[in-house]
C-alpha cells in the first residue's frame, strides 16, 4: 500500500522547508519515502511543487495518480486538481476562497496567527496531513520532540502541528512500517557520499544546476572528512585543479552540468594524454545552451563518449538510482586509477534531486591509487612515466616523494619519458600503448540490470535513472499480461555485449526506452551490435517518463509494430 501527496505553491512560500519535515516525519514513522521536485528557474513566483510517495514497500518512482494535494495558491489547485483520485483532498486555506469537489478548506493561516506564528501555516498543514493517514500523536510528538536541533521545527512548530492535528480526523489506513533501517537521500548526497568512502581528497567545481549540490555537502563537511572543496572560477579552472591534485597524488573529482562539461572538454583530453586519474561528474539537463536549467534529461550520452579531440580511452557510466550512485561512484574512483583514465559519471536533475529511503549503506573505503610502492631498485634517474607495457598501464610515482627521480608529463605527445616527440614510430607505439588499456577495462565491464520475464518476446532497453520508473513500468505490464523484459544499462561506453548478444536475437519487439528525442542508446546500440530496435517511448519536454507513460508508450510500439 502506497500513497502520494503534493505539495504546491510559489517559490518563497516555504514549500522546500515544509517537504524535509514531511519526509522526516514519514522516515521517522518507518515507512519508505520517495520525494521528487520539479522547481522553475526563479528566487520567487512561479509554480514549484514536490510528491512524496510512502509505503511500506521500496519505492522507485513518482506516481501519476495523487491521493492528495496541499495547495499554497490556487495555481496548484488548477494545475493538479484533475489528477486527484476519487476518495482524495485538495486541502486549501480557507482564506483563499475556493470551493469545488474534493476541496478540504480549513482554517491554517487562522490557526497559525492565533499561535503567534504566522508563518507556521506550513506547520499547521503538516499536522492535518499526518492526522488523515491515521499516524497516532504520541508517535508523532516524539518523532518531532526528536527533530527539536532543527531550526524549522523548534516547539511553536510543534504546537502548530499540534493544532491542525487536531482539525481532522483519520481517512486512511496508514501502511505497515518497512521494518528496516532507513536512510534517506537524494542523488547528490549519494554521489558526495560515494566519493568520500573512495577516499577523495579534491573535488573542485563551478555551480551550475543541477550539479551544485554534491559541491554543496562535500563543503559542509570538509571539516570532518578532510577533504578540500575549491569553488573555482569557471569549469575550466574546475578541471584541471582536478587533474593537478590528481596528478599530485590524491583522489580527485569535478563536478558540473552539460554546459559546463561542454568547456571542460579540452582538459578531458588533458586527462586522456596525461593518463592521470580523473572522476568527472555531468549532472544532465535538458540544452542546447542554458536550455531547461532545473529540469531533467538523458541527452549527453553521446558526447559524453566522444568528447575531446582525438582517440583515448575512458569509461561513461549511468548512475541508476541513489544507492547506485553511491556504488558507482566508489567504483568509479578505482578505475580511474586502475587504468589511469578519465571516468566520466552521468546523473541527471531528476535523480539528483529526488530523495528516497533506502538501506543503510555499506561503508567500504578504498584507499588512494596504485603508485610504485617501491623505488629502492630503480637506477637514479632511470623513472619513465610512460613506459611501454603490455596491459597499457605504466607504474606511478608520486611526484617529488622518490628521491633522485623526475616525473616529466606533457599535453604533446611525448616518448617513454615524458618527452615531446614528433616521431611516428613513437606516435603509433604511444596511442597504442594507450588503447591496450581498453582490453582491461572490457573485463571490467557490469551487464545491464536485467528485469522482468527472460522469456518475453518484447524487450525494453533503458539506462541510468530510468531505472525506477522502468521497475514499476516492467511489473505493471506483466500484470496486465503483456510480458516483457528490460535491460537497464549503467556501465555505457565500452558497451557491454554480453547480455545484448545473449537477448536480442530472441526478441520480437525490441523498444528502446529515453529521456532524449534522438534515441541515443538505441543508436549507440545499432553501432556495436548492428541491430536496430523496432520502437521507442521517447520524451524529453524535461519531466521525469512515470511507469505509467512508459506502459502506454510500450503497449503503443507493440501494436505499431505487430
Known amino acids: 500500500m502506497d500513497y502520494n501527496l503534493l505539495l504546491g505553491g510559489a517559490a518563497g512560500q516555504g514549500m522546500e522547508t515544509l517537504t524535509v519535515q514531511l519526509e522526516a516525519v514519514l522516515k521517522r514513522v518507518g515507512f519508505h519515502v520517495h520525494t521528487t521536485h520539479d522547481y522553475m528557474s526563479r528566487i520567487r513566483g512561479g509554480h514549484n511543487f514536490s510528491q512524496i510517495r510512502f509505503g511500506d514497500l521500496p519505492l522507485w518512482a513518482p506516481s501519476s495518480d495523487l491521493t492528495g494535494v496541499l495547495a499554497l495558491n ?18 486549501v486555506d480557507e482564506g ?169 572538454v579540452e582538459a578531458l583530453g588533458l586527462s586522456g594524454i596525461l593518463e592521470v586519474p580523473l572522476v568527472v561528474l555531468n549532472v544532465q539537463r535538458p540544452g542546447p545552451a542554458t536550455g531547461l536549467p532545473t529540469r ?57 534531486d529526488t530523495r528516497r529511503t533506502v538501506p ?80 582491461g577495462i572490457r573485463g571490467e565491464l557490469e551487464e545491464p540490470l536485467f528485469l522482468g520475464d527472460p522469456e518475453a518476446e518484447t524487450l525494453l532497453l533503458a539506462w541510468g535513472s530510468l531505472a525506477g520508473p522502468m521497475r514499476e513500468a516492467v511489473s505493471l505490464l506483466v500484470d496486465q499480461g503483456l510480458p516483457v523484459g528490460a535491460l537497464i544499462f549503467g556501465d555505457l561506453w565500452p558497451l557491454p555485449t554480453g547480455e545484448l548478444e545473449k537477448r536480442l536475437p530472441r526478441a520480437l519487439h525490441r523498444i528502446h526506452v529515453e529521456q532524449n528525442g534522438t534515441g541515443q542508446l538505441a543508436s549507440l546500440i545499432r553501432e556495436v551490435t548492428g541491430v536496430s530496435m523496432t520502437g521507442s517511448v521517447l520524451k524529453y519536454d524535461g519531466r521525469q517518463l512515470t511507469p505509467v507513460e512508459i506502459v502506454a508508450g510500450v503497449r503503443k510500439a507493440v501494436t505499431s509494430h505487430a
Not at 614528433?422 to 600503448?433: G, L, T
Open 360 to 439: 543503510i549503506l555499506p561503508l567500504r573505503i578504498t584507499r588512494g591509487p596504485r603508485f610504485i610502492s617501491d623505488a629502492s631498485g630503480l637506477e637514479p634517474f632511470s623513472y619513465r612515466r610512460y613506459v611501454i607495457t603490455e596491459d597499457g598501464i605504466s607504474p606511478r610515482i608520486i611526484p617529488g616523494q622518490v628521491p633522485d627521480q623526475i616525473q616529466c608529463v606533457d599535453s604533446d605527445e611525448h616518448d617513454e619519458w615524458g618527452h615531446i616527440v614528433e616521431s611516428s614510430v613513437q606516435r603509433v607505439a604511444m596511442a597504442d600503448k594507450r588503447s591496450r588499456k581498453l582490453a
Open 296 to 352: 531533467t534529461e538523458q541527452a549527453d550520452l553521446r558526447f559524453a563518449i566522444h568528447a575531446g579531440q582525438g582517440e583515448f580511452p575512458r569509461m561513461v557510466i549511468a548512475l541508476r538510482d541513489v544507492a547506485d550512485a553511491y556504488r558507482q561512484t566508489q567504483r568509479a574512483f578505482d578505475l580511474a586509477d586502475r587504468y589511469q583514465i578519465p571516468v566520466i559519471l552521468l546523473s541527471d536533475q531528476y535523480l539528483a
Open 74 to 91: 490556487p495555481e496548484t489547485v488548477l494545475i493538479h486538481q484533475s489528477r486527484v483520485c476519487p476518495g482524495g483532498f485538495v486541502l
Open 96 to 264: 483563499l476562497g475556493l470551493t469545488g469537489p474534493d476541496l478540504l478548506a480549513l482554517p491554517l493561516a487562522r490557526m497559525a496567527k492565533g499561535l503567534g506564528e504566522p508563518q507556521a501555516i506550513g506547520s499547521v498543514a503538516l499536522g492535518v496531513m499526518l492526522r488523515l493517514f491515521g499516524i497516532g500523536w504520541e508517535p508523532l510528538e516524539a518523532i518531532l520532540n526528536g527533530l527539536q536541533g532543527k531550526k524549522d521545527l523548534r516547539s511553536p512548530n510543534v504546537e502548530a502541528v499540534r493544532a491542525g492535528f487536531g482539525l481532522v480526523e483519520p481517512r486512511y489506513d496508514p501502511p505497515s512500517p518497512a521494518g528496516e533501517a532507513l536512510h534517506m537521500l537524494n542523488g547528490s548526497h549519494a554521489v558526495a557520499l560515494g566519493a568520500l568512502a573512495a577516499d577523495m581528497r579534491f573535488y573542485a567545481a563551478y555551480p551550475m544546476t543541477p550539479s551544485t549540490a554534491v559541491m554543496t555537502y562535500l563543503a559542509e563537511h570538509m571539516v570532518e572528512t578532510g577533504v578540500v572543496v575549491e569553488q573555482a572560477e569557471d569549469e575550466i579552472a574546475a578541471i584541471n585543479m582536478a587533474i593537478g591534485a590528481s596528478f599530485a597524488g590524491v583522489r580527485a573529482m569535478t563536478g558540473t552540468s552539460g554546459g559546463g562539461f561542454c568547456l571542460m
